[in-house]
């Protein structure tokens, strides 16, 4: 394969830090949407191949060629569920003809592509990769109130993001309400913690200090607390 002119640098994120970054451009731009892509090619397996940037460039590249001025994407998500950054975020992408930009300056879509072919049959969209798109899109449309667009719906021509991803459950997904945390399980057994709670009660019981017992008294609650017992 031809050797790559490497004249842009990508960034690599995780999602946490891809949305600090997003929160910064709150007030500077609104994305009315978010447009989701699958790469075709590169596909995860083309990516276990190289490096991760190698693709970054390979992509900017080809883009150039076709008459982009910068890579299409504003993000991309590899198989390891790491964001890269592409397109500044205050230029609008180009995602599908038509569809690109806004009358208004401050306002276009957000794109982003997924490294992978999810055509049925060929590679699956799961795990951590799954998870970030998933969580960035979430983030996009709580900050900038967009409205989640898959590419074959601009083209439909396209399968893009891929036959075998399902818009309804991908929407579904970025949607579900906030899980309340499972209830902890204790880190230590009630039998045990109560054993040693007496011999912490023994050592209240040989003192008249008052600092000293509510320092016992407090200790014998964070067991009961670690234990899943009510505290006294």
Known sequence: MEAITISKVFKRYTLDEFIAYLQTFVGQVRFNEVHVHGTWKPTIANFRE??????????????????F?????????DPDGYIWDGRPLLVPPASATGY?????????????????????????????????????TRAIVSLFGSRIV????????????????????FVALVNAAIKPPATAKPVISAED??????????GYSTTSDAEARAEFNRLANELRKASGQKLQ
């Open 193 to 202: 913690a109560n054993k040693i709670i007496k011999f912490l009660s023994a």
């Open 100 to 136: 690109n930009d806004s009358d208004d300056d401050r306002v276009h879509p957000f794109m982003f592509e997924m490294i992978g072919n999810f055509d049925k049959g060929v590679e699956k969209l799961d795990g951590a990769q799954l998870e970030t798109a998933v969580g960035l």
């Open 69 to 77: 001025t910068d890579i299409a994407q504003h993000a991309t998500i």
């Open 50 to 67: 190289r490096p991760g940037d190698y693709y970054m460039h390979s992509m900017y590249r080809a883009h150039l060629q076709r008459g």
């Open 150 to 169: 898959f590419h074959r719906e601009m083209n439909p021509l396209k399968t893009c993001p891929g036959s075998g991803v399902d818009k309804d459950t």
